[in-house]
């Protein structure tokens, strides 16, 4: 199966970067299509691990369960799995942030979805890629905004 692939760069370090995209009670502040987010179910250290979404979807209403894993190695990442979903069968992707010599952060969004309903691959690929072009701006916008001030913490 094809995923999209993305990479933008933030004005911040990889750990503020990191630490924007893992508060997933505060995505309905700042990602366009989140309506709202509740921790199912954190780690020992207080990390989301098991999180329901509802988003605007495909002009309705969309639910989904995402079970997320906490992987070390170079940079740091956010992965996550599909668990359940009303519109889709897999929801699955992952985050890296890399430092770059100058002090910022390349951010790297994969996503690969599948859909309930058959669908073109075309049309597919291009929701996949709005999704992540979509997610990285609101990602890097969030984390700026807060990096400039030494405002990003985690929850």
């Not at 999209?4 to 370090?13: D, F, I, K």
């Not at 924007?20 to 509740?38: L, N, T």
Request: proline share 3%; glycine share 8%; charged share 30%.
């Amino acid at each position: 199966m094809d995923k999209t692939v993305e990479s933008t760069v933030v004005e911040a370090t990889p750990e503020e970067c990191y630490r924007v995209a893992s508060d997933f009670a505060r995505y309905p502040e700042w990602a366009g299509d989140i309506k709202s987010v509740e921790v199912l179910e954190s780690d020992g250290q207080g990390r989301g691990v098991r999180v329901a979404f509802r988003v605007a979807a495909f002009g309705r209403s969309a639910a989904y369960t995402l079970i997320y894993e906490y992987p070390g190695g170079e940079g740091l990442e956010l992965k996550w799995h599909q668990e359940s979903a009303d519109l889709t069968s897999k929801l699955d992707g992952h985050y890296v942030f890399i430092r770059n010599e100058d002090g910022t952060t390349t951010v790297t969004y994969a996503l690969e979805v599948d859909l309930l309903v058959p669908m073109p691959g075309f049309v597919k690929r291009r929701a996949e890629a709005k999704i992540v072009h979509a997610a990285l701006k609101d990602l890097k916008v969030r984390t700026e905004s807060l990096s400039d001030r030494g405002q990003v913490e985690h929850r």
